[in-house]
């Protein structure tokens, strides 16, 4: 039992922020692809201008949940400034955004459906939006 308190202690924020980053991932995707199926009528492979309002849908959902629950429950942060401490967050968040837009534009010229887009570019958003809440975001002075 001491070995598994010690693991707890020593990776909780990176267990916390898989949780989080879960629930995240399912609120956005829930409301990304309910707009796919009732906006645009499902498609397989969104268009161009579909796959830029689909990343634009998720990034909205993901950070009006993210924010909140990456500032309590994973970083813990008491910044008094939340105004500043969520600017930095969006920005760095609308980094993350443009990497999304980018791989699905790259996919969906390559054909690859939306589902495997989806799970590829969520993979590689969520470990950057780690490194930017750890390193600029939520960063302990």
Known sequence: MEKIKELWKKYEEIIVYLIVGGMTTVFSWFWMF?????????????????????????????????????????????????LAEAGKFVASRISTLILEIVIRQVFGWLNINVYVTTIVAAVLVIIGNYIFSKLVVFKKK
């Open 34 to 82: 309910f707009v796919n199926i009732v906006v645009f009528g499902n498609p397989l492979y969104p268009t161009n201008l579909q796959n830029f309002i689909l990343s634009t849908v998720n990034w909205t959902a993901g950070v009006i949940f993210a924010y909140p629950t990456n500032r309590k429950f994973v970083f813990k942060s008491k910044d008094p400034n939340i």
